[in-house]
Antibody, heavy 119, light 107 residues
């Protein structure tokens, strides 16, 4: 069973950045992809983008194109998602999930990281 | 982008009974449809992929059907651990999109 463990909750001020981590275990990290999604309270899940771990190539949703960066550290099997220029509307639970390269299907999800943006 | 619409928003069912959840896509997605279960405070869990294929370890009480634009998730003989929010997701088109969810609650 794949396990993804995400970093803890964050409270950020508007205009700042947040970087969420996602550590994989019992998982062929280097041959897979990692997707990032978020869900604001009462809203449906929203796809942010994904990264093919082996190559580092990324594909971001248009809405986040100029504010998000996804990276990885293969030595620790950890993926990262950084979101800049935070605003109150970015308050949500952020999830990482495994995927197969070339597919947008999320197989296993992390437990989520609550990011609160408030002045 | 493809809009996914689920119905009903809330479904009240007694334990032991059957639940039927619906999902509609705004355009054909063939069978590139997944069902995801989400309980409060837990990681979402993939139940069904390719419209009707159970993910590894998922009980046979969960079954999916449909193709094109109309899909159904059926949960037979509901157990206490099945009460949760269920989302459908299309993954054929960029960006992948989700329905607004159906909350399955105990009657």
């Amino acid at each position: 069973q794949v396990q993804l463990v995400q970093s803890g909750p964050e409270v950020k001020k508007p205009g700042t950045s947040v970087k969420v981590s996602c550590k994989a275990s019992t998982f062929t990290f280097t041959s897979s992809a990692v997707q990032w999604l978020r869900q604001a309270r009462g809203q449906r899940p929203e796809w942010i983008g994904w990264m093919v771990v082996g190559s580092g190539s990324t594909n971001y949703a248009q809405k986040f194109q100029d504010r998000v960066t996804m990276t990885r550290d293969m030595s620790t099997s950890t993926a990262y998602m950084e979101l800049t220029s935070l605003r109150s509307e970015d308050t949500a639970v952020y999830y990482c999930a495994t995927a197969s390269p070339g597919s947008y299907l999320s197989h296993s999800w992390g437990q989520g990281t609550l990011v609160t943006v408030s002045s | 982008e493809i809009v996914m619409t689920q119905s009903p928003a809330t479904l009240s069912v007694s334990p032991g009974e059957r639940a039927t959840l619906s999902c509609r896509a705004s355009q054909s997605i063939s069978t590139f449809l997944a069902w995801v279960q989400h309980k409060p405070g837990q990681a979402p869990r993939l139940l069904i992929q390719a419209a009707s294929t159970r993910a590894p370890g998922i009980s046979a009480r969960f079954s999916g059907s449909g193709s094109g634009t109309e899909f159904t998730l059926t949960i037979s003989s509901l157990q206490s651990e099945d009460f949760a929010v269920y989302y459908c997701q299309q993954y054929i088109n960029w960006p992948p999109t989700f329905g607004q969810g159906t909350k399955l609650e105990i009657k």
